[in-house]
């Protein structure tokens, strides 16, 4: 049975940074994408980035370039997102999930993503 569990998220105040964990279980984890969305109050789910193998197959939403870096631990089949710099609007649930294949990974269209996450939340205030 494939899981994604997200731990991480919390309360900080705006510049803060927080690091989020995307814990997998069920599957071949190196042979997967895994990617980061968000769910905000103002806007329908958003790609946040995207990772296949390496920093060569890793994409970002215009908003999380240079500030936000995706990383990914194969040995604890785990993804992480370190988020710095934050501000209010980055406020949301931040869900992981597995790209089930599609045209174009670096879209990050969330209906190209099978598997999900219940999602961490991050809050951040002014």
């Known amino acids: 049975q494939v899981q994604l569990v997200e731990s991480g998220g919390g309360l900080v105040q705006s510049g803060g940074s927080l690091r989020l964990s995307c814990s997998t279980s069920?599957?071949?984890?190196?042979?997967?994408?895994i990617g980061w969305f968000r769910q905000t109050p103002w806007k329908e789910r958003e790609g946040v980035s995207v990772?296949?193998?390496?920093?060569?197959?890793?994409y970002y939403a215009d908003f999380a370039k240079g500030r936000f870096a995706i990383s990914r631990d194969n040995a604890r089949n785990t993804v992480y997102l370190q988020m710095s710099g934050l501000r209010p609007e980055d406020t949301g649930i931040y869900y992981c999930?597995?790209?089930?294949?599609?045209?174009?990974?670096?879209?990050?269209?969330?209906?190209?993503?099978?598997?999900w996450g219940q999602g961490t939340q991050v809050t951040v205030s002014p």
């Open positions: 069920g599957f071949t984890f190196d042979s997967y994408a």
């Open positions: 999930a597995t790209w089930g294949g599609g045209l174009d990974m670096a879209a990050m269209r969330p209906s190209e993503f099978d598997h």
């Open positions: 990772m296949r193998n390496g920093e060569d197959d890793t």
